[in-house]
């Protein structure tokens, strides 16, 4: 995989020269509030679902075992987030995943906790 820019505008390298930056203060904000909305399980059940297809909000309120309000509210702010977009066909709206970004940070974390992994630190 390649590397990947974080925007940083920083002018302050990590302790090592030449290591990555860290994005700028509001980029960083921006980044925690999405991380705060993903950490609600009822918002990430519906950004999951919403990955593979697009999704009328009652059908996905259903497939989420989510009132509709409820489901109509989180829709609302993973909208505002940029995490997911909606098309209307006809009279539905339907919702599903913004672009290939959220899909591959989720395949990501998903591929990542999917990892063996050691309770040892590597020893150097």
């Known amino acids: 995989m390649g590397s990947t820019s974080l925007g940083s505008t920083s002018t302050s390298s990590g302790p090592t020269s ?19 909305l993903l950490g609600d399980p009822s918002r990430l059940s519906l950004l999951l679902a919403c990955l593979d297809q697009p999704w009328a909000a009652s059908e996905l309120a259903a497939y989420c075992n989510q009132s509709p309000q409820a489901a109509s509210h989180h829709l609302r702010l993973l909208k505002a987030a940029r995490l997911v977009k909606t098309e209307r066909q006809g009279k539905r709206v339907l919702y599903q995943a913004a672009d290939d970004h959220v899909r591959h940070m989720l395949a990501d974390m998903i591929e990542h906790l999917d990892e063996p992994h050691s309770h040892q630190e590597s020893q150097s």
Do not use: D, H, I, M
């Open 18 to 36: 030449g290591g990555p930056t860290l994005p700028n203060p509001a980029k960083r904000e921006q980044l925690a509030e999405v991380f705060r």
